[in-house]
């Protein structure tokens, strides 16, 4: 009778839990899906986007789990809890007409290294940052939420003769530094009033008696709806700028993005342009990630990054290490046409 008794207590649990399971992997797949179909239209779809491996590793979970239960429906429903969320890494669009996030291909051409690296306003020392060895041998620096100290900083190393406005307000905080002359710089759109009172920044580089342009970013932090829709702006004003180069322009892009490579917006503004980031296609690495969780790069997120356009080649993309900032360096050697 007492093993009768245990064998349905058994039987109950194991039926409960597999219920439970199928309900939360039913929950889970609607919720990526709708995410999905949304992010273009509503801010908190567009957060997952923000999350996309931490949701395919609680896919990997649900799967498990699904198999371990002994009911089929927990596996079946766990095998689209998987799906559900590796579709945003599995699936990605093909380059035309609407093309994903494309790693730049090697081309010969004259070799630059370019940082960019968003300092972090709160990060009173630049001393861990100047002592980064690709920081140090770098050809343009690209930073955002540089500080008058931080500026001074790095104008006292010496090592790049020529620098970005030291109008740090005027610039929303961002600065180049460079081994090469600017030739000229302007803000793009600063007529819009849509952007929360933010502009990227167009400046002009002679490298080996060619122009190479070099579009600094930092959008605004979607936290909220309004912010979201500033965002949005700004990227839309800089998809503006970017179609309007010449079609044989040599163009980087890099800053801080405060967007993911599997936004609807990011890859709006790659169809549209015909540009291409340095991240990895199918596993972009983490640049942004907090401080208040012992600074674990690895379970960070991808906003950080360089673009480029179809004339300028991809020799090297490297993740700087931590300098007390929340985001790290990306640190990419790029090749321009001769």
């Not at 245990?6 to 992997?25: D, E, I, M, P, Y």
């Not at 001393?127 to 100290?149: C, G, K, N, Y």
């Not at 005027?170 to 952007?195: Q, V, W, Y």
């Not at 540009?275 to 942004?288: D, L």
Request: proline letters at 9%.
């Amino acid at each position: 009778m007492e093993n009768c008794s245990h064998s349905r207590l058994a039987v109950k649990f194991s039926g409960s839990a597999s219920s439970s399971s199928v309900t939360v992997q039913l929950g889970f797949s609607a919720a990526l899906l709708i995410s999905m179909g949304l992010s273009r239209y509503l801010w908190v779809a567009e957060l997952a986007n923000f999350i996309r491996p931490h949701l395919l590793v609680a896919g990997i979970v649900l799967f498990v789990v699904g198999l371990a239960l002994p009911r089929r429906s927990t596996k079946v429903v766990g095998t689209i809890a998987l799906a559900a969320a590796a579709i945003p890494f599995l699936f990605l669009p093909t380059p035309t007409p609407t093309p994903t996030p494309t790693p730049a291909p090697s081309t010969a051409g004259t070799p630059i290294s370019v940082v960019a690296a968003n300092v972090y306003i709160d990060n009173p020392d630049p001393a861990d940052f100047l002592a980064i060895p690709a920081v140090a041998s770098a050809d343009i620096l690209v930073l955002q939420e540089v500080t008058p100290r931080w500026q001074d900083a790095l104008l006292a190393s010496g090592r790049w003769v020529f620098e970005s406005s030291r109008d740090l307000e005027g610039n929303t905080d961002m600065k180049l530094l460079s081994r090469f002359p600017i030739l000229d710089a302007r803000t793009i759109s600063p007529e819009s009033r849509d952007t929360g009172g933010r502009y990227a920044v167009r400046f002009e580089l002679l490298v080996n008696e060619r122009t190479v342009i070099v579009y600094a970013v930092h959008p605004q932090t979607p936290r909220s709806t309004r912010m979201w829709r500033q965002r949005a702006a700004y990227l839309r004003d800089l998809e503006r700028a970017l179609r309007a180069e010449p079609t044989d322009a040599s163009v980087i892009v890099a800053g801080d993005w405060n967007t993911p490579p599997w936004s609807p917006f990011f890859r709006d503004l790659l169809s549209s342009t015909g540009y291409r980031t340095t991240e990895a296609r199918w596993w972009p690495s983490p640049t942004r990630f907090s401080i208040r969780l012992w600074s674990l790069t690895q379970i960070g997120t991808p906003i950080d990054r360089i673009v480029a356009s179809p004339n300028v080649g991809l020799s090297e993309l490297l993740m700087g290490p931590t300098f007390g900032s929340n985001h790290l360096p990306v640190i990419a050697r790029l090749s321009i046409p001769r």
